[in-house]
């Protein structure tokens, strides 16, 4: 299958590039480096210098003998991306190209007007992309479990039956997102469906919990290919900042009460399920959602497993509990279906003392890369405490 994927440099797109590439299909990717930027501008390093995604092309060829066709640019910049589509031909499109985090959209008035822009103007242009190139090509596109919020009641996969004073009708399930970032993925997944109605596009929704990891079996040749691996309080995702944190000795960081839950997967998972969908797409006309995670965990229960795996590992892993800088609920219910991606074949990797250990083993490599001022949370919800906040 000819693949295109935006957003092909971060911590998912290449990734997924490589494992998409090694499976044998024809892969393209995308990037206008924005993370790259804003970790410059905002002094939060990755983990890893990673080599430019030429370089990461070139390099990927050289060890696989397969080819990863670059291009850098803008997704809002339309004639730009009509040039890719055009050259590509892509049968599918796994938009990653979004600004990914919670904490940078809400840091002040700049960040949230371009992580509006940015996530739904993108997200417009490849939808006319499609309709006007290729109206038979499957748009994958990764959502996140963030858009339901913390309801009191399960729930389901993209969908909710509602009975109302004798009749029934089958709604999108209701949207409570807890951040900007979050919010603009609920108003791209509205505009999907809505276009998948007018226009008959094919859509799956992959509605997607936290994200740990860093090796995958195609970058574990080589450290210059592994993925853009961030542990600061902006765009570090919560195990993976947990395990830097013990690494260095530094108490994990536990925001508020630390009920708060969420469905966990690991980057192995992440690509499969990208591949389990683009094989079996969605029917014309048909918006397609999936919850995609593996196990759900609280956040104490996070902290607890690093904990252990850390003694293991030689590690004395401490816990502390921080002000939470995010307005969110700390204990609630929380039970969300994920089924169908497990129907569609997805053999889940579990988290374990193994998986956590091999992730500290690989941190503990590069632990002279560490800086200790990116470990507390600088970006606080809350307009009180914007004082305190990164600008």
Known sequence: MKVLILGGDGYLGWPTAM??????????????????????????????????????????????????????????????????????????????????????????????V????????STCNVIHAVAEFNPDCHIVKLGTMGVYGTPNIDI???????????RKQKFLYPKAPGSLYHLTKAQDGDMLYFYCRMWDIRVTDLNQGPVYGVQTDESGQDDRLASIFNYDSIFGT?????????????????????GQTRGYLNIADTMACVELSLLQPAGRGEYRVFNQFVETFSVNELAEKVRGAGRQSGFDVKINKV?????????????????NLFELGLKPHYLNEAVLGDMLAFVKKHSAN???????PQVHWKTENRCNSIR
């Open 323 to 339: 002000p939470n800088p995010r307005r969110e609920a700390e204990e609630h219910y929380y039970n969300p279906v994920h089924t």
């Open 19 to 112: 494992y998409l590439s090694w499976k044998g299909h024809e892969v393209a990717v995308v990037d206008n480096y924005f993370r790259r930027r804003a970790c410059t501008e905002l002094n939060c390093e990755p983990l890893l210098a990673v080599p430019s995604l030429h370089q990461r092309g070139e390099l990927w060829q050289a060890v696989s003998g397969r080819k990863i066709q670059v291009f850098i640019g803008d997704l809002c910049d339309y004639q730009f991306l009509s040039h890719v589509f055009q050259e590509v031909d892509p049968e599918g499109v796994v938009h990653y190209a979004e600004q990914p985090s919670a904490p940078y959209s809400m840091m002040g008035r700049e960040a949230a």
């Open 238 to 258: 919560v195990l993976n900042r947990f395990v830097v944190q013990a690494v260095v000795g530094h108490p994990l960081t536990v925001y508020g009460n630390g």
């Open 156 to 166: 389901e996969e993209g969908y909710l039956e509602v009975e109302h004073k004798g």
């Open 114 to 121: 371009f992580t509006l822009t940015n996530n739904l103007v």
């Open 370 to 376: 560490i800086n200790l001022d990116l470990i507390l």
